[in-house]
Every structure is written in structure tokens, then in C-alpha cells.
């Protein structure tokens, strides 16, 4: 059978555990201040998977704003996102993912959404692929040890066209 799970926002009681599932799972760490942050900004898109009473899962997201013809743009981007090994495979990303667009969207109001991967991450790059995310360019050397990272990124706005988002991000990239 398969293990049941649900998806809650982030409490603070839940810091240690999720700090040391980002510590197990990604190469990418952060001190527990910075996660106590963005939960304190962006409350809406920060969401942890629970099982039997146990964090096998989260979401960590923030917004940031730039400008596009003298008008703000809203970027949510994720920030990280990890599984407990065991419970892979059983469409929890998803249901955080899906979970941290709609508090992004409905709370936020950003107009698109977006995050770096490691090129070598497929799990994660088909993920957000099956999530209508797009490849928008490589950022070469972005990671400490070398390796390249892909931005990707998701309209979501009508306004969000391609020519805003080369506009905002694009300067981050070379393009494909
Ligand atoms: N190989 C190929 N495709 C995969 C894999 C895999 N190992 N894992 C997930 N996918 C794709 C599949 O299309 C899958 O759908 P399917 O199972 O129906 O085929 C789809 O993604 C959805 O999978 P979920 O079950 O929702 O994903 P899961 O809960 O297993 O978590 C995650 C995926 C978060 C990438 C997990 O593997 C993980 O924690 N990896 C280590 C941490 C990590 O790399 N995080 C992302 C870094 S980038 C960032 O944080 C912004
Ligand atoms: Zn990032």
C-alpha cells in the first residue's frame, strides 16, 4: 500500500528537521536563520510533507521584484525543494510544488516562477518539466563546486511574456 501523506505550511517547530533534510539531501545548505526568513516573508509558499507524523518533505520559496517597462514584476522562485529518500516516487514534489504555486499565485500575485538545478539533476529537471517549467538558459560554474546550472522558469501572468522574462532573467543566462 501506498504511504499516506499531507501537505501542510511550515511551522517553526518544524526547522531542525527540515534544516537537516536539506543538510542530508542537497549539497546547497543554508543556516537556520535564512529558512526562519523566508518563512517570515512568504509564510503562504513555505510547505513541508508529513508522514506518520515525521517531515519526509518541503518547499522553501521567496518573491522578489524587478521591473519591466517601469512597472514591478513578481518572480516567486524556489529556493529549495527536497524528498526523504524513501518516500521518492510517490508525487510528493508535486503536491509541494503545486502547493507552493498556488500560495506564490493566490497570495503573492507573481507573475512567474522560477528556480536553478544542477544540469546533472535529472530527477529534479523532469519534474519540473512534467510542472511546464522550461529550460531558460545555462548559468555556467553556478554552483561552488563547478558545475553548471540551468534556470528554469514558468509564466504565469498574461503578462509574463517571453520578451519579459528575457528581460528580467535573461542577463542571468546564456541563452541555449
Ligand atoms: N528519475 C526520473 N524522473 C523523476 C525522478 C527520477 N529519479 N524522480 C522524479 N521524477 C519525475 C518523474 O517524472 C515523476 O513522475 P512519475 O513518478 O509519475 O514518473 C515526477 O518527477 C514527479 O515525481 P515526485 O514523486 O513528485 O517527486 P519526488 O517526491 O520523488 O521528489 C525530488 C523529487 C524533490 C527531485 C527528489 O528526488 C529529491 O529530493 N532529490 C534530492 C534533492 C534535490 O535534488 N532537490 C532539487 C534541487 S533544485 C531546487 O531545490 C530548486
Ligand atoms: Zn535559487
Given at each position: 500500500?501506498?504511504?499516506?501523506?499531507?501537505?501542510?505550511?511550515?511551522?517553526?517547530?518544524?526547522?531542525?528537521?527540515?534544516?537537516?533534510?536539506?543538510?542530508?539531501?542537497?549539497?546547497?545548505?543554508?543556516?537556520?536563520?535564512?529558512?526562519?526568513?523566508?518563512?517570515?516573508?512568504?509564510?503562504?509558499?513555505?510547505?513541508?510533507a508529513?508522514?506518520?507524523?515525521?517531515?519526509?518533505?518541503?518547499?522553501?520559496?521567496?518573491?522578489?521584484?524587478?521591473?519591466?517597462?517601469?512597472?514591478?514584476?513578481?518572480?516567486?522562485?524556489?529556493?529549495?525543494?527536497?524528498?526523504?529518500?524513501?518516500?521518492?516516487?510517490?508525487?510528493?514534489?508535486?503536491?509541494?510544488?503545486?502547493?507552493?504555486?498556488?500560495g506564490l499565485?493566490?497570495?503573492?500575485?507573481?507573475?512567474?516562477?522560477?528556480?536553478?538545478?544542477?544540469?546533472?539533476?535529472?530527477?529534479?529537471?523532469?519534474?519540473?518539466?512534467?510542472?511546464?517549467?522550461?529550460?531558460?538558459?545555462?548559468?555556467?560554474?553556478?554552483?561552488?563546486?563547478?558545475?553548471?546550472?540551468?534556470?528554469?522558469?514558468?509564466?504565469?501572468?498574461?503578462?509574463?511574456?517571453?520578451?519579459?522574462?528575457?528581460?528580467?532573467?535573461?542577463?542571468?543566462?546564456?541563452s541555449?
Open positions: 500500500m501506498q504511504k499516506q501523506y499531507i501537505i501542510r505550511k511550515f511551522n517553526p517547530k518544524d526547522l531542525d528537521n527540515v534544516v537537516k533534510l536539506n543538510w542530508v539531501f542537497l549539497p546547497e545548505n543554508y543556516p537556520s536563520f535564512f529558512f526562519l526568513e523566508n518563512y517570515t516573508h512568504w509564510p503562504e509558499a513555505f510547505l513541508v508529513e508522514s506518520e507524523g515525521k517531515i519526509v518533505g518541503y518547499v522553501m520559496c521567496r518573491v522578489e521584484e524587478k521591473y519591466y517597462r517601469f512597472s514591478p514584476v513578481k518572480l516567486g522562485h524556489v529556493l529549495s525543494i527536497a524528498v526523504e529518500k524513501k518516500h521518492r516516487r510517490q508525487g510528493i514534489a508535486t503536491a509541494l510544488m503545486n502547493g507552493a504555486e498556488e499565485v493566490n497570495a503573492y500575485g507573481v507573475d512567474l516562477i522560477y528556480l536553478e538545478v544542477r544540469v546533472s539533476n535529472e530527477p529534479a529537471i523532469s519534474l519540473y518539466k512534467k510542472l511546464d517549467y522550461r529550460v531558460l538558459g545555462v548559468m555556467p560554474k553556478y554552483y561552488s563546486d563547478g558545475e553548471d546550472g540551468y534556470l528554469m522558469v514558468k509564466s504565469i501572468s498574461e503578462r509574463a511574456s517571453d520578451r519579459l522574462i528575457t528581460a528580467v532573467l535573461g542577463y542571468r543566462v546564456k541555449l
